[in-house]
C-alpha cells in the first residue's frame, strides 16, 4: 500500500458507531496443503433480470444487513478465492511471475462471474530485489536482517563499510553524516485507528534516502513501521529526488535499530552494508477488469478494486489479496441480485506498490468516463469499521444516505492510491477502512500471508462493499464531478 496523506484526518463519526454486541468473528479456517478450489458460481452476466425503479434503493438500512447475511452465506467461497490467489500465485511482485499468474486467476474469476473482462495494458516497473546483508562490524561482529527497500539502487560493488549515525527526527540531519551510514530510528505511534498513525512514521521511509543523501550520506537504514515486531524487518516503497545522489536504502527491524541506537549512544558502531537491487527495463502488465453494464444509466460507471501486485515477500493476503478479493466478491452479490441501474466495474490494478501505474494506466484509459464513484479497499483484511471518503458538499449529500444503518463511522478526506487520479479528477472518492489493528504487524512483510485473514471478517468488508455498490449504482440523480482536486 503507498501512504495517501488524505486518509490521516482524524475520525469524525457520524453515524451509529460500531456495536460491541455485534456477533464475533468465527475462528480461522485452516488451510490445507493442497486447497481445494473454490465452486465456480454460476454466470450473472446480461441475462440476469432488471430490477425495477428503486428496488434496491434503500437508505433505511435494510441493505447493509441483507448484504451482510449474502456474504456470510458465501464466507466459505469469499476466503477460498484468497486462499486461490495467495497459494496459486505467491508473492506478486510488479512484473514478476506471481503477477502474471495473479492475473490468470483474476481474470478466470471474472469471466466465471459472468462479467465482461477487459484486460488493458500496463508498462510495469521491473525492480529486482537481489542479495542484501548487513553485519555490525563493532562494537562486535554480527549479521543483522533487512529488507532492501522497495526502487532501491545498490551499494558499490563488495558493499559499504561505514559507521552509523542515528537520527530520530529529519531535524537533525547535518553534514556530519557525511560519509556515513543514517539509521533512521523514528518509530510508529500505536494507536487505532493504526493508519493515522502510519503516515508519520512512512515519511522516514519514503523520502529519507535522498534527505540523507543531500548531507553526503553514503547509505540508508530505516525502523520497520510497524508497533510491534517479532524481529521482522518491513520493506516498501522509497522515493529518490533526482537532484540528490542515489543511495541504497533498506529496513531493519524495530529491535535491531534500538540495539543500535544504545550501542552508537555509548560508542562508535561500524556496519557493512551490500546491496544489489536494480531496475531493468518496464515490462508488460495488465490492468484486469470486470464490467457488469447498467440498465437505466450504463454510461455512469461505479468502480471497485483493489491492487493485484504485492511485495516479493510473503503472499501478499493482508496488501493487497484481501481487496482484490472483497471488491470481486462484492461485485459477485450485487449482481446476483439482478442487473443495476449504473456500471458497475471492478479493477484489479497492476501495480501499486511501487509505481502506481496500475492507477495511473486506468486514468489515461478511462478517466474521460463518466466516473459516478469510486471505492477502493487497501488496508487488509479486517472486519469493516468506517469509511473514508473525497466528496464536493453535493457528493456528501448524496453519499449520506446511504450509509444510514451502516453502523459505521466516517471521516472526510480518503479514499486509495489507486483511485486517488479519479478522485483529484473530482470524482466521489470511498475507501473502506476495516479494523486494522493488526494490519501492520505484517504489512510488507514475509509475514504477511492467507492464514492471518480470518474468513469471517472478510465476509463482513465484503458485505459493507457490496451493500454500498448496490446504493452508488442504483441511487437516483447521482451528482456532478467536484471541481479538479489538487491533492
Known amino acids: 500500500m503507498i501512504v495517501l496523506l488524505l486518509l490521516q484526518a482524524s475520525c469524525t463519526p457520524m453515524l451509529a458507531p460500531v456495536s460491541d454486541a ?30 425495477s425503479d428503486g428496488a434496491t434503493w434503500s437508505p433505511d438500512g435494510a441493505v447493509w444487513a441483507r448484504y451482510r447475511e449474502l456474504a456470510h ?56 530485489r537481489g542479495e542484501a546483508e548487513l553485519t555490525m562490524l563493532s562494537p562486535r561482529a554480527e549479521a543483522l536482517p533487512l529488507l532492501a527497500l522497495g526502487n532501491s539502487v ?18 537533525e540531519l547535518s553534514p556530519a553524516v557525511k560519509g556515513k551510514i543514517v539509521l533512521y530510528n523514528h518509530p510508529m505511534v500505536p494507536g ?6 502510519y503516515g508519520d512514521a512512512v515519511a522516514y521511509r519514503a523520502g529519507g534516502a535522498s534527505k540523507a543523501a543531500a548531507f553526503g550520506a553514503v547509505a540508508v537504514l530505516v525502523r520497520s513501521v510497524t508497533t510491534r515486531s517479532l524481529s521482522t524487518p518491513h520493506t516498501g516503497v522509497l522515493g529518490y529526488d533526482d537532484a540528490q545522489p542515489k543511495v541504497a536504502a533498506a529496513a531493519i527491524t524495530p529491535e535491531d535499530a534500538d540495539r543500535i541506537a544504545r550501542l552508537a549512544a555509548a560508542g562508535e558502531v561500524r556496519l557493512h552494508l ?25 454510461d455512469e460507471i461505479v468502480v471497485v478494486g483493489g491492487h493485484l501486485d504485492s511485495w516479493d515477500v510473503g503472499q501478499g493476503a493482508a496488501d493487497d489479496g484481501a481487496g482484490v478479493v472483497e471488491s470481486v466478491e462484492a461485485l459477485r452479490l450485487v449482481a446476483k441480485q439482478g442487473q443495476p441501474k449504473r456500471t458497475i466495474r471492478v479493477v484489479l490494478f497492476a501495480n501499486e506498490e511501487n509505481g502506481l501505474r496500475g492507477g495511473k494506466g486506468y486514468f489515461a484509459e478511462h478517466g474521460t468516463e463518466h466516473h459516478v464513484a469510486a471505492v477502493e479497499s487497501d488496508l487488509g483484511g479486517g472486519g469493516p469499521r468506517g469509511w473514508g471518503f473525497t466528496a464536493s458538499p453535493e457528493q456528501r449529500a448524496w453519499l449520506d444516505p446511504m450509509l444510514k444503518g451502516a453502523g459505521m463511522f466516517v471521516k472526510e478526506e480518503g479514499g486509495g492510491a489507486d483511485i486517488s487520479l479519479l478522485v483529484n479528477d473530482g470524482v466521489l472518492g470511498i475507501g473502506l477502512l476495516p479494523d486494522d489493528s493488526h494490519y501492520f504487524d505484517v504489512h510488507h512483510t514475509a509475514a504477511d500471508t492467507v492464514d492471518k ?35
Open 192 to 197: 487505532t485507528p493504526s493508519i493515522d498513525h
Open 453 to 487: 485473514i480470518d474468513p469471517a471478517a472478510l465476509a463482513d468488508s465484503t458485505g459493507a462493499i457490496a451493500a454500498l455498490l448496490d446504493q452508488l449504482a442504483n441511487a437516483p440523480a447521482a451528482p456532478a464531478k467536484a471541481p479538479v482536486r489538487t491533492k
Open 73 to 128: 452465506a458465501d464466507q466459505a467461497h469469499i476466503y477460498g478465492r484468497l486462499v486461490e490467489l495467495c497459494d496459486g500465485a505467491g508473492n506478486r511482485l510488479a512484473g514478476s511471475p506471481g503477477q502474471k499468474r495473479a492475473e490468470a486467476i483474476g481474470g478466470k474469476w471474472l469471466e466465471a462471474d459472468g462479467l465482461k473482462v477487459l484486460r488493458d495494458p500496463v508498462k510495469l516497473p521491473a525492480w529486482i
Open 274 to 298: 551490500r546491496i544489489t537491487a536494480h531496475m531493468e527495463p518496464d515490462v508488460d502488465g495488465l490492468n484486469v477488469i470486470g464490467e457488469l453494464r447498467g440498465s437505466t444509466w450504463p
Open 154 to 171: 545498490g551499494t558499490p560493488e563488495g558493499g559499504v563499510d561505514a559507521p552509523v549515525v542515528v537520527i530520530r527526527d529529519f531535524a
Open 22 to 51: 455485534r456477533p464475533k468473528a468465527a475462528p480461522a479456517v485452516p488451510v490445507a496443503a493442497t486447497p481445494v478450489a473454490p465452486p465456480v458460481p454460476e454466470a450473472l452476466g446480461p441475462t440476469a433480470p432488471v430490477l
